[in-house]
């Protein structure tokens, strides 16, 4: 269902950017071809059916964007979340080992010293 959900949802945002694609905010696009004024769809009727159809779109996008959600498929096991994980498994900053601040002697340098 997921997946018919997602499907249906990209096919939305394709027809939605194509319908954008064609309106021109100055009253051009694909209202601009019909300039007699008594065909079936005049230049006003063409503008209203686009913003009526960029209207329905958004709302369809919405509506199968809140349904989508219903249905992201989701374990059945109770796990914690990775980052948890981490911060679980994190080595605390304070429980860092101190190391040596002197140079420790080597065989060679014992060698040297004379032995009293």
Same mark, same amino acid.
Do not use: C, D, L
């Given at each position: 269902m997921y997946t018919l959900i997602t499907v249906l949802i990209f096919i939305t945002c394709i027809l939605l950017v194509l319908i954008v694609l064609v309106q021109n905010s100055k009253g051009g696009g694909l209202a601009s071809?019909? &300039? #007699? =004024? @008594?065909? %079936?769809?005049? /230049? *006003?009727?063409t503008t209203d059916f686009l913003e009526k159809a960029t209207w329905v779109l958004a709302a369809v996008l919405l509506f199968l964007s809140v349904v989508g959600n219903a249905f992201i498929p *989701? =374990?059945? $096991? /109770? @796990?914690? #979340? !990775? %980052? &948890? $994980? &981490?911060i679980e498994s994190a080595v605390d900053p #304070? !429980? /860092?080992?101190n190391f040596p601040t002197t140079v420790p002697e080597t065989d060679e340098d014992a060698e040297e010293t004379p032995a009293e």
């Open positions: 071809n019909f &300039q #007699s =004024s @008594n065909q %079936i769809m005049g /230049v *006003r009727k *989701r =374990s059945t $096991e /109770v @796990n914690q #979340s !990775a %980052i &948890q $994980e &981490q #304070s !429980a /860092v080992p």
